[in-house]
Nanobody
Framework: EVQLVESGGGLVQAGGSLRLSCAASGFAFDDYAIGWFRQAPGKEREGVSCISSRDDKTYYRDSVKGRFTISSDNAKNTVYLQMNGLKVEDTAIYYC?????????????????????WGQGIQVTVSS
């Protein structure tokens, strides 16, 4: 059974930092790219970033480039999202998921439409 447990969220002031963790189990972690997604109140879920477990190729949506860094620890089946320079508009529930396609914009979009094992997510709130 696919299980994804997100942690590390919280309340932070604008400009602050948080590090999210995604602990994965129930699938061959090394065979999949892993993505981070977020859903703000009243908005659709969107792809944020992803990393390929095999070659560490990464992708970021434009609004987080230069502020967020994704990394992976294959030995721990865990993916991290270091978020620096947080903005109020980063406020959302953050989720992780394995991608059914290679890491990139299309892979994130495809996973949004097709993935059915979302975890609880973790709340990130950025205050002004």
């Amino acid at each position: 059974e696919v299980q994804l447990v997100e942690s590390g969220g919280g309340l932070v002031q604008a400009g602050g930092s948080l590090r999210l963790s995604c602990a994965a189990s129930g699938f061959a972690f090394d065979d999949y790219a892993i993505g981070w997604f977020r859903q703000a109140p009243g908005k659709e879920r969107e792809g944020v970033s992803c990393i390929s477990s095999r070659d560490d190729k990464t992708y970021y949506r434009d609004s987080v480039k230069g502020r967020f860094t994704i990394s992976s620890d294959n030995a721990k089946n865990t993916v991290y999202l270091q978020m620096n320079g947080l903005k109020v508009e980063d406020t959302a529930i953050y989720y992780c998921a394995p991608l059914a396609r290679i890491c990139g914009h299309y892979g994130l979009q495809y996973t949004l439409r097709s993935f059915n094992y979302w975890g609880q997510g973790i709340q990130v709130t950025v205050s002004s």
